[in-house]
């Protein structure tokens, strides 16, 4: 019985590679060779294909997540834009309007009820978005509340030796210590033309607290530094350290921790409002507070909407700090101040110098500057 051919089935039988389709296999190498070519050819323009179908759909997904990121900008600037000419308007309200000829200046009271309501929305935030609440990590979160609230008391407590634009334009050199303690603390890296820019504001700012009308003290045991600047301004420069060690704080939060916005204002205005009890009780202040409110109760309306208008504008704060950084919301939150100064003026009848107006004129042409140039980080 003759054996069967299997030679003749084995050339018989389909290529393997999946575009094999030049038929049975020859013995001829050129043949072979040039098959290969097609093949290799072929594979290499579906992988092309491929690899252009999934830069097409990368390209999208990076402009759909760009347009998400500026719709998220423009309304953290007009959040706290909006949210914070209230608030201007509203502690200038308390602090230097009269009720029956006396004056509210119990300043750590009305920090500690900015913090009341900020952990409350924060809180409420948090649970809305199932964002999970956390203290952690305890030793620089305790650190970061205490720069955070010796800058608001400090901000706020200068109010009894200075008018509010004053304290407002001084405040606007915020991103001078942001940027530079964000270099030495936070190691972080700028261009060039942040630094001009900062000292651009930084002569606007000086020129604008220059108050060449202000009488010297008679008391020769008044130390000299309080002739030029005085207890007010002092206090704004201290304010505006304090500002820098927050923001470099909080860059290394942002950066090490992975931290999100509602546990960063749980957590920092948590231990701030521990520190503001503490510091209440030892002086008496929360009890003079409440009799102050129990003589004039219309000033606790005055304090609750204070403390609101704070909690909205301290949500947009801390979403802008998780996702732009400290210096662009620093940016913001200056940028917003001339129409408060604005506001102040038209409704209090605040007057400004022609030097000091010039000054406003120089800083907020800096800051229009960085940010045409997009040089906000």
Known sequence: M????????????????????????????????????????MD???????????KDQHDTKHHKEKKVLGFAFLVCFWGIFCS?????????????????????HYFLFLVAIQCVVDVIVAWLAAKYTREKLSLKPYGVCALLSFSYVGAMVASNTSLAFISYPTQVLGKSAKPIPVLLLGVLIGRKRYPLLKYLIVI???????????????????????????HVLGIGELLVLVSLILDGVTAALQDRLKDNHSIKAMQM????????????????LCTGEAFLAIAFIQRHPEVFWDLLAFGCASALGQVF??????????????????????????GSVLIFGNQLDLHQWVGVILVFVGLGLDVFLGKVH
């Open 84 to 104: 914070y000419f209230v608030y201007g308007l509203l502690q200038e309200r308390i602090s230097k309007q009269g009720f029956d000829g006396e004056r509210f």
């Open 200 to 226: 651009f504001i930084v002569v606007g700012v000086a020129l604008f607290l220059y108050d060449d009308n202000t009488s010297l003290p008679t008391d020769e045991h008044t130390p000299r530094l309080f």
């Open 44 to 54: 290499k323009a579906e992988d092309m294909e491929q690899g252009f179908d999934y």
């Open 317 to 342: 704060i801390f979403v802008t700090i998780a996702k732009f950084g400290p210096l662009t919301c620093s940016i913001f939150t200056t940028t917003r101040k001339f129409f408060t100064i604005l």
């Open 2 to 41: 003759d054996k069967p051919d299997h030679s003749s089935k084995r050339t018989q039988e389909k290529p393997k590679h999946r575009h094999d389709k030049a038929g049975p296999k020859s013995g001829v190498g050129q043949d072979t060779r040039g098959n290969e070519k097609v093949i290799n050819a």
């Open 265 to 280: 204002m749980f957590a920092v205005n948590f231990y701030a409002l521990f520190y503001l009890t503490i510091a209440m």
